[in-house]
């Protein structure tokens, strides 16, 4: 019975770039889960003390589960608060076949958020998502 696999964890989400890393200090980096069957529901949040380097688009590393098809555009995590972008991210999408997220600059445009749009230096950076994706 699939509503027998339950399941609730934590993970350790991290900023990425898809060219190279950024270096980051976090003053809170929390990722909670909760799995039932092949749908897992999470929660996010990251607070940046300092940032420096990395290049490329920036995205969310970690998620406790590789996701499963979904679509053509993968499973759409919904925004909470985001706080000291240099210009605020608008989506923030799973794609099939990772365990990362991907930021949306602009939904208008689906234009990839560039690993400088997280600022430099202390600037407190802060986020919150939460969203539910299928898994493998």
């Known amino acids: 019975n699939?509503?027998?696999d339950y399941e609730e964890g934590t993970f350790t989400p991290t900023y990425t770039g898809s060219t190279t890393n950024p270096t980051v200090g976090y003053s809170s980096q929390q990722g909670y889960y909760t799995r039932i069957g092949n749908t897992v529901h999470v929660s996010i949040r990251l607070t940046t003390t300092s940032v420096s380097g990395g290049s490329?688009?920036?995205?969310?590393t970690g998620l406790p589960f590789t996701s499963a098809l979904f679509g053509s555009t993968?499973?759409?995590f919904s925004k909470g608060f985001v706080y000291a972008w240099a210009t605020d991210p608008e989506t923030f999408v799973c794609w099939?076949?990772?365990?990362?997220?991907?930021i949306y600059?602009?939904?208008?445009?689906?234009?990839?958020?560039?690993?400088s749009a997280l600022?430099?230096?202390?600037n407190n950076n802060y986020t919150t998502i939460s969203g539910t994706y299928l898994a493998v």
Not at 108 to 113: D, K, L, R, V, Y
């Open 96 to 102: 099939t076949n990772t365990n990362s997220i991907f």
């Open 74 to 76: 993968g499973n759409c």
């Open 119 to 122: 600022g430099t230096g202390a």
């Open 2 to 4: 699939k509503l027998d």
């Open 105 to 115: 600059q602009s939904d208008a445009a689906n234009t990839s958020a560039s690993v």
């Open 56 to 60: 490329g688009y920036v995205g969310i």
